[in-house]
């Protein structure tokens, strides 16, 4: 099986790629979210693994874009979170001193913030399209007062210097990854699975949300998730993305998700999927 990832190689997603699909056939990193979901739209690979939040800086909005815009063509079908961890980086010879620029992804620069206002005041932050890419740049010849964030092995694969380990604002950071593909029939239930909904309505009554979203607490539905998206057409109206803590086909989700149908617009099932935590984290989480 064949799976895009966002990339390029040495990301957190290729990390999750690996929890998710041990065995694939094929891994190719692309280099911007919308290009690897594409990828799986267009039929040419099998599945797309791109991350959907982080427990520090929120949710990633070009996955979340890519879910919305292509409600009736993907689905969800696993999901996995990882821990994530920091380090600085740059070529070989350049100090900490040396550094005026720091480059990364949006959400990594977010978590390392505290850290890089103590050590590197004057450094401008430059935004990547991933922690990897800003790597790649500079082991391709960045400037060498340029230095990045990635994780702590992506260092090594690119041929760069640690100039600081662990510099992100929590050490129990993790990352939420969702596996993309074109839609069909859900997987049977694993016994730790979620699903989710997104919900549209363009009704003005008060409590319209509230409303259905009280079908899932009727039927000892628990919410895990809830996040709201722009619509691009309507002003001041949203679209609500909903994770909840069951696969579809437990009886009362079913009845419920049936009653919300009747309180909205449109409601569009984006996938019942085994929810994955990685061994690590699980670790951290029973020690804390």
């Known amino acids: 099986m064949k799976y895009s990832y966002l990339g390029p190689e040495g990301t957190f997603t290729e990390s999750a790629v690996r929890r998710l699909a041990p065995f694939a056939r094929q891994t190719v990193p692309f280099p911007t979210v919308p290009a690897a979901v594409e990828a799986v739209r267009s039929g040419r690979f099998a599945r797309a693994v791109v991350p959907l939040e982080n427990s520090v800086s929120g949710v990633v909005p070009p996955t979340l874009g890519e879910l919305v815009a292509h409600a009736g063509e993907l689905r969800i079908d696993a999901q996995v979170a990882i821990g994530v961890t920091f380090a600085l980086m740059a070529a070989e010879g350049t100090r900490l001193s040396d550094v005026r620029r720091v480059v990364s992804h949006p959400h990594a620069l977010g978590q390392c913030r505290q850290w890089v206002e103590r050590h590197l005041p004057h450094a401008e932050p430059v935004l990547a399209d991933s922690t990897a890419a800003a790597a ?43 596996s993309l593909r074109r839609t069909g029939p859900e997987g049977p239930p694993t016994g730790r699975d979620r699903t989710a909904l997104l919900i549209t309505s363009d009704r003005s009554a008060p409590g319209v949300l509230t409303g259905v979203l009280g079908e899932l607490s009727r039927r000892q539905v628990s919410i895990a998730w809830i996040q709201s998206w722009p619509r691009q057409t309507a002003r001041g109206r949203y679209h609500f993305l909903v994770e909840v803590d069951r696969h579809i086909a437990y009886p009362g989700l079913a009845e419920a998700v049936e009653a919300m149908r009747r309180g909205v617009d449109s409601l569009n099932l984006l996938g019942s999927y085994p929810y994955i935590v990685d061994r690590e984290v699980e670790g951290e989480r029973a020690a804390a």
Not at 165 to 176: K, L, V
Request: negative net charge.
């Open 136 to 178: 790649l740049a500079l082991a391709e010849g960045g400037p060498a007062t340029d230095a990045a964030i990635a994780a702590p092995e992506t260092a090594a694969r690119y041929g760069l210097s640690v100039l600081a380990h662990d510099i992100g604002a929590r050490n129990d950071a993790t990352t939420r990854f969702v």
